[in-house]
């Protein structure tokens, strides 16, 4: 059987990612709490703005984290929902804008080879 990608959170690893580099852990940590707290934008609608950009990098373990955080935070199941549309609406319109420099491409390949 073929291992996962993914391996599942476990204490062992997590501890051997702390160990590694204290400093830099603590720092982090520090800096993720510091991010999602109530602030001019409340922790709830951080969590939603989390969830969808989790779904755009794709990160597993970011889209159950802040998708469980999320519903700790009171969001409802539509809201996350939505938030997940809203980054499939932003990861789709990327190729579409970005569309443009490919037909520029190939305005140039086309002007280039009638030269």
């Known amino acids: 059987m073929e291992s996962p990608i993914y391996p599942d959170v476990s204490k062992g690893l997590a501890d051997r990612r702390r160990e590694l580099a204290p400093e830099i852990y603590a720092a982090f940590r520090a800096f993720g709490q510091r991010v999602f707290a109530d602030g001019a934008l409340p922790s709830k609608t951080k969590e939603l703005i989390a969830v969808a950009v989790a779904h755009v990098t794709q990160c597993p373990y970011c889209i159950?984290?802040?998708?469980?955080?999320?519903?700790q935070k009171g969001a409802t199941d539509q809201e996350i929902m939505e938030a997940i549309w809203v980054a499939s609406e932003m990861r789709a319109g990327g190729a579409y804008a970005h569309s443009?420099?490919?037909i520029d491409a190939m305005n140039h390949a086309h002007s280039v080879a009638d030269g």
Do not use: C, D, E, S
């Open 64 to 71: 159950r984290g802040h998708t469980r955080l999320a519903v």
């Open 100 to 102: 443009l420099l490919a």
